[in-house]
């Protein structure tokens, strides 16, 4: 199993500014890939990030807003741009494992005031 | 896009009593998974179904998935407190697991 951990586990930050999150993987993985929840929601692809070349971002996000970096296979950092509190959601960095399950980092909780 | 759909939103049941969660996805799927969210935690793979009509039990817990692929359901047999979070179905499509809406469950003692 992968063991993923997220910084900073929560923020509060004020309307315009941005904030990178990292995610770090105790294994090498080729695919990581970032998760949006909304309060009381499921889960929402937001990007794969593949170590080497740019992230494919899902329908609805895009790099502006969403810049992602994969500079290695361990590592992958998520920045959300000009906040506002729509962004405010739990933000998971997500792994696979072997043929079927996906293991998730314990998110990032971002409150946007 | 492909949607993945699960019922019922919420279920409040009394410790004892049986639970299902049905998902429904609008394309077929190669295989399901589900996850469990438990409150303030982050998802947790529980199984993996891949076979039309595949059954797969895990204690209490039942799974199915539907012969024609597009639909599977969770039952969970004589609820405990330890049950309590939110229930996700998740379908892959390529090489990416698209998620349901979730079901979550609450149990009373």
């Known amino acids: 199993s992968a063991v993923i951990s997220q910084k900073p586990s929560r923020d509060i930050c004020q309307r315009g500014t941005s904030l990178t999150i990292q995610c770090q993987v105790d294994?090498?993985?080729?695919?990581m890939f970032w998760y949006r929840q909304q309060p009381g929601q499921s889960l929402t692809l937001i990007a794969t990030?593949?170590?080497?070349?740019?992230?494919?971002?899902e329908s609805g996000f895009v790099i502006d807003k969403f810049p992602i970096s994969r500079p290695n296979l361990t590592f992958s950092t998520l920045t959300v741009s000009n906040m506002s509190p729509e962004d405010s959601s739990i933000y998971l960095c997500?792994?696979?494992?072997?043929?079927?399950?996906?293991?998730f980092g314990p998110g990032t909780r971002l409150t946007v005031l | 896009g492909q949607q993945v759909m699960q019922i019922p939103q919420y279920q409040h049941v009394q410790e004892g009593e049986d639970f299902t969660t049905y998902c429904n996805s609008s394309?077929?799927?190669?295989?399901i998974q589900w996850y469990k969210q438990r409150p303030g935690g982050h998802p947790v793979f529980l199984i993996q179904l891949v076979k039309s009509g595949e059954v797969k039990k895990q204690k209490r817990l039942t799974f199915q998935f539907g012969e024609a692929k597009k639909n599977s359901s969770l039952h969970i047999t004589a609820t405990q407190t330890t049950d309590v979070g939110t229930y996700f179905c998740?379908?892959?499509?390529?090489?990416?697991?698209?998620f349901g809406t979730g079901t979550r469950l609450q149990v009373f003692p």
């Open positions: 294994s090498q993985v080729t695919m």
């Open positions: 997500s792994v696979p494992g072997g043929p079927s399950e996906q293991f």
């Open positions: 394309t077929t799927l190669s295989n």
């Open positions: 990030a593949n170590q080497g070349s740019e992230a494919t971002y």
């Open positions: 998740a379908g892959r499509n390529t090489d990416k697991l698209i």
